[in-house]
């Protein structure tokens, strides 16, 4: 039976809005390993760091006690225009599904960029801008981030340069034409713009590319030009701190309606999605104040936590970055050119690792077959048509729903909607011709990767 009372869709008022950024490391008793210098081995220091990033930003990076940084007026003013996102009950599908479960969605496509990418770009942007800096460049892998980042740099007059992983630059042409629109440069990653890229074209020729690869040849295009640093859609720890947006609503919202999530659950490539939505919830957990299950989903072509190792390692392909401890396939792994690009990253969060290591999160890893049959099924039943990354999420969603068909326990599950897939229609296409794979990597190719990893003592 439906509960009534509760909408289809929950909004928040604008009162409601989050006004600080909440910092999940201030309440991990044991804290993600600090980023070290690849040359030294030491930890990175502010200074090192901000030659890179910028100041501020970096001042976010370090601080793992803080535990609310105030989101700054013109960014909450920015958020205004897309905030707060809808979290909706999703009543359809648990009707198709024949479920006792409950299952809520936080949706965050609804903004031009069609992604959860915003919320950090503002952010990032702002911080650029506040500097004084011409400009920013970044790395994109699915092009959500690379989108969101051109859109936040149009508003506040910076100049944005976008690599793009290549398979994903062919792949959708149109998502590279609304950076372009939003006055961005974009280049197809690896490049023969920088030294980089064209060692990377040298070692593999005709790779597809990586994020990986092209956060190397943001990163050297950043400390080679006069006025620019280099920003992140995901991974670092301030991404996650600007992302806590999408869980501080969605639990304020639930709590309106006396909501308790048992199962939480999100796509993970880099882990800002995942990071942000399951926030509050894991502070909860951490401080022994609630219990919940917390479920990463990620691709079986590019496995990092399913079937990675917890070790230091670049968070690049050009080894140019600094080292992070996280799970990782290793940095030289270039994965196959599945059609969810956002999450065809070789390492996961340092953040989101330790919770992993500690066994306060669970990991699957799913077929690419089999994430689009369930955004088809979605797609269908609740009239939002899913990005690949999110999609992951859907699938998994959709498995513990029928469990609790199978097993008569009413469940309820809250699943992050990171964005639609309306530039994604190559990757639903080939699904829809039966010409979609499913390349899993074997042990063996994956050992050999990982026999590369730094020596960290």
Known sequence: MKNKEIPYKIYLDESELPKAWYNLRADMKKKPAPLLNPATHEPMTAKELEGVFCEELVQQELDCDTRFFEIPKEVRDFYKMYRPAPLVRAYCLEEKLGTPAKIYYKFEGNNTSGSHKLNSAIAQAYYAKKQGLKGVTTETGAGQWGTALSMACAYLGLDCKVYMVKCSYEQKPFRREVMRTYGASVTPSPSNETEVGRKILAEHPGTTGSLGCAI????EKAVTSDGYRYVLGSVLSQVLLHQSVIGLEAKTALDKYGVKPDII????????????????FMGEKLRGEADYRFIA????????????VYAYDFCDTGMVCPLAKMYTL???????????????YHGM???????????LMEARSVKQTEVFEAAEYFARIEGILPAPESSHAIR????????CRETGEEKTILFGLTGTGYFDMVAYEKFHDGKMDDYIPTDEELAVYRAKLPKIE
């Open 216 to 219: 190397s040849e943001a990163v």
């Open 265 to 280: 659950i999100g796509c993970a490539g880099g882990g800002s999605n995942l990071g942000g939505l399951i926030a509050p």
């Open 297 to 308: 989903v990620e691709p079986a072509s590019c496995p990092s936590l399913t079937r990675g």
């Open 330 to 344: 290793g940095c030289d792994f270039i994965p196959s050119a599945n059609h969810a690009g956002g999450l065809r």
């Open 349 to 359: 969060s340092s953040v989101l690792s330790e919770l992993y290591d500690q066994g």
């Open 396 to 403: 998994a969603a959709i498995d513990e729903a029928v469990k």
